[in-house]
């Protein structure tokens, strides 16, 4: 559980924090560096929602549905993402898909620069993702293996980092929805400063089936309820909400912030009423999210974020 404090006392925790990880000696993961925001200005990830944006007819009903735990987890170890940056310096590989009836392995003809550390993510998904800032390019891995010396991967998609932050078929996908599996994700140094300055990623068990709305291009949903949510959809919290008058931790206040000022994307079918997909640290131990996010009272994986008005989420038309 998390242990609520007033937002009163929180410039207090901020310090503390601060001198726990500087003075004390818990340093930032390597992977926990301030960096540009990947995607284009104008992608939809970086792109605030306008205050008067028209809402769905239907978001009540959905909104009553996603909110039916009241709360929102967060994917911290067993399906965060681990996010490795590469240059020229990297070992390169070539990687093959091992599902060949999706249409062809979006990294035939790419030398991949895979760091020698780099671990896919320890749940189902296998998730990972390397960032190659010499060729702007994302190789994104769904279900990643290292086999021996070689890797191979279920599916996955190249994607440009200067790009919209949404894939297309010929790149292939790594997300139910096509968008990148880096698009929207809670990043270490995001968490660090209190600031989310984009649209998040979350999941649901209640993405439509057979159903999907711009910019998503496919959904891997399954739900066919009528209060169902449309991978592709983009949900806000509804701009008319005090935050500073809500009983918020460090964590919540800033996923809060972003979903109000960005809001967030439904991209993957997933477990929970609502899950939203965070950075995984990969200087921490094989069970802990990792200090960063513990001393922002994200204490173990699937910690829920509580204390938003979660009924008064918004589903964008």
Known sequence: MAFSRRLGSALAI??????????????EPPNARHRIQP?????????????????DVNSPQIVARLSRDDGLYANLVEFAIPIYEADDDAPRTS???RITDWGPCPFAGYSVPIPEDA?????????M?????????????????????RWTTSFGAVNDLDGSGWGTHDNGFSTGSGASRLGGVIRIDEMRRGVIPHALALQSDSVCAGVF?????????????????????????????????????????????????????????????????FERDTAASDHSPGAIYQ????????????GIPWERIEVLA
């Open 14 to 27: 901020v310090l503390c924090s601060y001198l726990v990880l500087t003075v004390c000696g818990l340093r």
């Open 39 to 55: 995607f284009a200005t104008d992608s939809p990830f970086r792109t605030p929602v306008a205050h008067d944006a028209p809402v």
């Open 95 to 97: 990687v093959s898909c």
């Open 119 to 127: 671990e896919p993510s320890p749940g189902s998904d296998g998730a």
């Open 129 to 149: 993702v390397v960032v190659d800032n010499d060729r702007r390019l994302i190789f994104e891995f769904w279900q990643a293996r290292r086999e021996g010396t």
């Open 213 to 277: 709305r711009p910019p998503a291009v496919k959904t891997d949903g399954t739900y066919r309820g009528s209060d169902c949510i449309p991978e592709g959809a983009r949900i806000r919290l509804d701009p008319d909400v005090d935050i500073s008058a809500l009983d918020l931790t460090l964590a919540g206040l800033a996923v809060a912030q972003a979903l109000q000022t960005y809001g967030a994307y439904i991209v993957d079918y997933g477990g929970a009423p609502l899950s939203v997909a």
């Open 295 to 306: 001393h922002r009272e994200l204490l173990w994986d699937y910690s829920r974020i509580d």
